[in-house]
């Protein structure tokens, strides 16, 4: 499958907003998980949303505080960022995998390894 292509990053100052865009026309089927990460130099890449292609329940990081909203169509998932800080600067990715026998989407997505390049949020104060 073809790696995902995620489009949307920018500059903004803190309280700013951004609308992150991925094309997952390659994961449509009903049982698959969607999602985002995102990493900064010298950390693990980490969970920010994810969301469930059939019947689109959603599950979002601590950190996120309903700042964040992650939404589908058919063919892409995006990922409102509001309320930016600092500390939400990263490159941002977007995955997808089958949710199977995993109890979440979330774990199901921690087996994603065909990373896009990502898209760069940077936030300053």
């Known amino acids: 499958q073809a790696r995902p292509v995620e489009s949307g990053g920018g500059s903004v100052q803190t309280g700013g907003s951004l609308r992150l865009s991925c094309d997952a026309s390659?994961?449509?089927?009903?049982?698959?998980?969607r999602g985002w990460f995102r990493q900064t130099p010298g950390k693990e890449r980490e969970a920010v949303a994810d969301?469930?292609?059939?019947?689109?329940i959603t599950s979002y990081a601590d950190f996120v505080q309903w700042r964040f909203t992650i939404s589908q169509t058919k063919d892409t998932v995006s990922l409102k960022l509001e309320n930016l800080e600092p500390e939400d600067t990263a490159v941002y990715y977007c995955?997808?995998?089958?949710?199977?026998?995993?109890?979440?989407?979330?774990?199901?997505?921690?087996?994603?390894?065909?990373w896009g390049q990502g898209t760069q949020v940077t936030v300053s104060s």
């Open positions: 995955a997808a995998a089958y949710q199977g026998l995993w109890n979440t989407c979330r774990s199901a997505l921690a087996t994603f390894r065909n």
């Open positions: 390659e994961y449509t089927k009903a049982d698959y998980c």
């Open positions: 969301i469930y292609f059939r019947d689109g």
